[in-house]
């Protein structure tokens, strides 16, 4: 059970990156897909998800507006598209799978990415 990571780098304020998450070893339906990330010196904080069966998405207050999670199934890949970037977005963003929504923004993590850093600077 694998997830690998690509995208993140440096961009600036008012600027756009997609992460991509791949999944090897198993299938991303099975489980619950997100993103979590965790700045300089803060605590790790979620930013997006699918919700459970129903494959609804929650967003944090924070990505509500900006950010879009997708999946595209057939290459059992996730993704985060970040748009309208601000400085507080940078961090350390990492994929990880987890049996529900709780579980996953609760810390209770079945798998991680690597983490993809994102720097938002002028």
């Known amino acids: 059970v694998q997830l690998v990571q690509s995208g993140g780098g440096l961009v600036e304020p008012g600027g756009s990156l997609r992460l991509s998450c791949a999944g090897f070893?198993?299938?991303?339906?099975?489980?619950?897909i997100g993103w979590i990330r965790q700045g300089p010196g803060k605590e790790g904080e979620g930013v997006a998800c699918f919700s459970d069966s129903d494959g609804s998405t929650w967003y944090a207050d924070f990505a509500q507006g900006r950010f879009t999670i997708s999946r595209d199934n057939a290459k059992n890949t996730v993704y985060l598209q970040m748009n309208s970037l601000k400085p507080e977005d940078t961090a350390e963003y990492y994929c990880a799978a987890a049996d529900d929504r709780n579980s996953l923004l609760g810390g209770h993590i079945e798998a991680w990415g690597h983490g993809s850093l994102v720097t938002v600077s002028s």
């Open positions: 070893g198993f299938s991303l339906d099975h489980y619950t």
